[in-house]
């Protein structure tokens, strides 16, 4: 402890056992307002009045992360790593938060309090309490801790950043949560506090501005500063705190009853009703108010904000006033609501709106999608089964085949589109590059703006004479003929019409398995580079190859089996493998290695644009295949030999396309 005093950029040193549960005897009277009174407005309520006591009020509302300076722009460790800050991220009312980069350019957040505020013993063991116990938890949906370091003026604790705010920046901006994406939310959340149970934490403070999104849009719980262990199940708490709207009944009750992990239940209960309904149930302008209310769990549902009954079963069974009554953790995902459509994930664009279809995903695919999401958040951990044995079931059972957008004609799959970035699925692996790869990415792009501009210029320049320069060789490209979107679990896989076949994996790498050949491709993707290629044999793949080999041959098999190909076969012409895909209401996309792109419309008619924007090819519903000059088809409205419906609409749309990416990119 002695620690936060010393002076410059010490690690902080680990906390004796001991410490951390002396806080059995902080009981504090109920009449005092409860820590984080201020937050009672939790900015979707009204603030607190002021009427009873204004002093002491007044006094309260001074925040003390008020008291935390900027850090300096490069925050050096004793350990000699750098940290050069960024962008201020938000601020709680303990501590302000920074963005901090290392020197690979990873970036994290750094919660910044003042050691200024951190004056007498009880804050300064809360913030060591606070530490250990984040630091002791790794989870899929709690906000990852990295480190810890002090300077002078202040100690840092540096998470993964969530760069998309929390639960409570989303509902101020939504203003009610529909119930699938609630639910969505609840598994997320039920994972991780069963997580922290089964570890005998109480977090103590949940509520909707400490459940962050992190970069793909999963929650993640932050804010440890309440957090207690239990030194055994039966032991109870009796230190009153937490957020007025979300406290507990029990908590209120203070010396006479105590409380432990069912208070968690209560928050959960009060979260799920918040985005449901738009506000707290116990909210009120006065927190006396709020405290009467909740001793007599006195809230409704309003008329105007319909919500399913099943909903509201399990909202009146996690608001139960005796804390025994509640479901535990363990029950609450068994409730007949989690049975309705349940989105596979949550898109960046629910931040701003309710995403369309998520009424109509059918049941099998919210079953899956539901039994995912709890594998994902650590509820059940499946059999180690080959994943290949998975894939098997998966696809031939019944339930999962809607899920699955077959090859060229995705049906029933419109909620799914999406456009899915390697950079974003996974952190890649740090290697070192080859000079051959490492401008790949740099290079892709400045086709890709280099497309768009080719495609602009002829399209204007369309009622000119034709310029030789602008008519390329036309042979015909290398095209994806075979298509499988296993990305909720896999990846995605396709084949080729050069017979190759590839499966763009989940973290970004892909493995390409060459046709008529006993060689495969290991292509590791790095971020904002490229791609390193290893080359190995299939007969002898190496160890940590071989069960990714075999999700490529199960694929193989599969669309071999069950789909039909875009095009008759070519013989290879040169490597080429996908770099990413978009997959759109009206198309999907195809970003090709070769800067090649092609789009299968849902009318299916595919087409394709190479050398660089100046060439495109038409591939028919009937397999024909005919490349042309680009300028050609913009002069004469049309392909020669078989008519495209709306082609120069078709062409319109592609060069949007590519207009977005491009544009992105530089
Ligand atoms: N991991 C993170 N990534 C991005 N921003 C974060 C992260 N953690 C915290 N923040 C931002 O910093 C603010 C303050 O963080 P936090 O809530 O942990 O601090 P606090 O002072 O303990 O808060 P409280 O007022 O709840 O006690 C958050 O509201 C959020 O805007």
């Keep these: ?282 909210q009120a302008k006065d927190v006396q108010v709020i405290y009467e209310r909740i001793k007599k769990t006195e809230y409704g549902f309003p008329e105007d904000k319909p919500i399913s009954d099943s909903a509201k079963a399990l909202i009146k069974d996690l608001l139960s006033l005796n804390p025994i009554h509640r479901p535990t953790i363990d029950e609450i995902l068994s409730y007949e609501w989690f049975k309705g459509p349940f989105p596979e994930k949550t898109h960046e664009l629910s931040l701003n709106g309710t995403p369309s279809g998520l009424d109509q995903i059918s049941l099998a695919q919210s079953a899956l999608n539901f039994n995912n999401t709890k594998t994902n958040a650590g509820i059940y951990t499946p059999k180690n089964r080959n994943p290949v044995e998975i894939l098997r079931s998966d696809l031939h059972s019944e339930q999962p085949r809607a899920m699955l957008p077959q090859s060229l004609s995705p049906n029933d799959t419109k909620n799914k589109y999406e456009e899915v970035d390697p950079t974003s699925l996974g952190r890649p692996r740090k290697i070192n590059l080859s000079s051959n790869y490492s401008t790949t990415l740099k290079r892709l792009n400045n086709i890709c703006l280099e497309t768009y501009q080719n495609m602009r210029r002829l399209q204007y320049s369309q009622h000119e004479s034709i310029d030789v320069m602008e008519l390329p060789r036309c042979e015909n490209p290398t095209l994806i003929s075979k298509w499988v979107d296993y990305s909720n679990k896999y990846g995605f896989s396709y084949q080729m019409n050069n017979d190759d076949i590839g499966v763009l994996f989940n973290d970004g790498n892909t493995l390409l398995k060459l046709h008529n050949s006993d060689r495969f491709l290991e292509l590791i993707y790095h971020e904002n580079e490229g791609w390193t290629c290893i080359e190995n044999s299939s007969s002898h793949p190496p160890t940590q190859t071989r069960r990714q080999l075999e999700i490529v041959d199960f694929f193989a098999k599969y669309m071999n089996s069950n789909l039909s190909k875009v095009s008759e076969n070519e013989e290879r012409k040169e490597t080429v493998f996908l770099r990413r895909y978009t997959r759109t209401p009206e198309y999907i996309m195809f970003e090709m290695t070769n800067g090649n792109f092609q789009f299968n419309f849902k009318d299916h008619h595919k087409i394709c644009v190479s050398k660089n924007g100046l060439a495109i090819t038409h591939i028919s519903p009937s397999r024909a295949i005919q490349t042309h000059p680009l300028i050609l088809i913009l002069k004469q409205g049309n392909f020669p030999s078989e008519e495209v419906p709306e082609c120069l609409e078709k062409i319109a749309v592609i060069k949007d396309a590519i207009k977005k990416k491009a544009f992105k990119e530089t």
């Design 1 to 282: 402890m002695s620690n936060l005093r010393t002076q410059s950029l010490q690690p902080l040193q680990p906390l004796s056992g001991g410490q951390l549960n002396n806080r059995v005897n902080n009981v504090t009277p109920i009449k005092q307002p409860v820590r984080r009174l201020k937050e009672n407005v939790e900015t979707i309520a009204p603030p607190p009045s002021n009427t009873a006591k204004p002093q002491q009020q007044k006094k309260k509302k001074e925040k003390l992360s008020a008291l935390c300076k900027t850090p300096p722009s490069i925050v050096r460790t004793r350990n000699g790593r750098d940290y050069r800050r960024g962008n201020f991220l938000g601020e709680g009312g303990f501590a302000r938060c920074f963005q901090m980069k290392d020197s690979s350019g990873q970036i994290y957040a750094a919660k910044t309090v003042a050691k200024a505020s951190i004056k007498n013993e009880k804050t300064k063991t809360k913030l060591l309490s606070e530490i250990k116990i984040h630091k002791s938890l790794k989870h899929a949906n709690i906000v990852n801790f990295i480190d810890c370091f002090e300077d002078d003026v202040n100690v840092y604790i540096l998470l993964e950043i969530c760069p998309n705010q929390s639960l409570m920046e989303l509902l101020k901006t939504r203003k009610r949560v529909s119930e699938p994406e609630v639910r969505f939310f609840m598994v997320q959340i039920v994972g991780a506090i069963k997580y922290l149970h089964s570890r005998r934490v109480i977090h103590r403070d949940l509520k909707l501005g400490n459940i962050f999104f992190d970069p793909d849009m999963n929650l993640k719980i932050g804010d440890f500063g309440l957090a207690t262990v239990l030194p055994s199940n039966s032991t109870r708490k009796y230190t009153i705190c937490g957020t007025p709207n979300y406290i507990a009944p029990e908590v209120l009750g203070g010396k006479n009853t105590g409380h432990s992990f069912e208070v968690d239940v209560w928050a959960i209960g009060i979260m799920m009703y918040a985005l449901l309904v738009g506000k707290p149930p116990f």
